[in-house]
């Protein structure tokens, strides 16, 4: 298990927690259930192989003088022009943790519809889900390869797929579908010389 290094922070003053950023530490808190909410400092390279490594939603440890306890990164701050992490919230977590989080839907593949004029219309870009830690993934991903114009996903259709996650969507919910526009455009054109030529 990938192993983050962290320690304990007690400046909260904003001057000394831009030096500390500048020093390439973020501040972070971790909690949980079990423990009482503990400030902490860790190091923004470090998180980021971490993350690189278990992935958003990934179980690792975290050692705070010599103890070790599994986390995961539940939310963080960046700054909105650099991008940079500015403050982590971890979360201590066993294996029958349950989770409520969000998850981004990615799109695999061009569909056969897209090839012939259509377009893919994604109307959902995130899902909200509970899950147990083991069983969070980093994303869900549709592939619409062999989708044709008039096909669409449904979040009905990906539960048995991600059947050890709930989400918390209506099953009637369009995730994606796969449109035509040609015709559309076309219409347009048609409407456009009509209205010239009057």
């Known amino acids: 298990m990938s192993m983050l290094v962290a320690e304990k922070r007690k400046e909260t003053k904003k001057t000394v927690l831009k030096r500390l950023r500048s020093e390439g530490k973020i501040p972070a808190v971790v909690y949980g259930r079990a ?3 503990e ?3 860790i190091n923004n390279t470090d998180l980021r192989n971490v993350i690189k490594t278990v992935g958003r939603n990934g179980i690792f440890s975290l050692n705070l003088d ?26 201590q977590v066993n294996q029958n943790t ?3 989080t969000r998850v981004s839907v990615i799109l ?5 519809g897209e090839k012939v004029g259509g377009v893919a219309r994604q109307f959902v870009h995130e899902l909200e889900i509970t899950a ?3 069983d969070l993934p980093d994303f869900i991903e549709i592939d619409i390869t062999e989708f044709e114009i008039g096909h669409s996903v449904r979040v009905a259709d990906i539960k048995k797929e991600y059947s050890n996650c709930t989400i918390k969507h209506e099953d009637d919910e369009t995730i ?5 526009v040609k015709a559309q455009a076309n219409e347009e054109e048609e409407n456009e010389v009509e209205v010239s030529g009057v």
């Open 35 to 37: 423990i009482h909410t």
């Open 39 to 41: 400030s902490i400092l």
């Open 66 to 91: 010599g103890t070790s306890k599994n986390v995961i990164l539940r939310d963080y701050q960046s700054n909105p022009v650099t991008k940079e992490i500015i403050h982590v919230d971890l979360l």
């Open 98 to 100: 349950e989770i409520d």
């Open 108 to 112: 695999k593949g061009t569909s056969n």
């Open 132 to 134: 147990k830690v083991n």
């Open 176 to 180: 994606v579908s796969i449109d035509y």
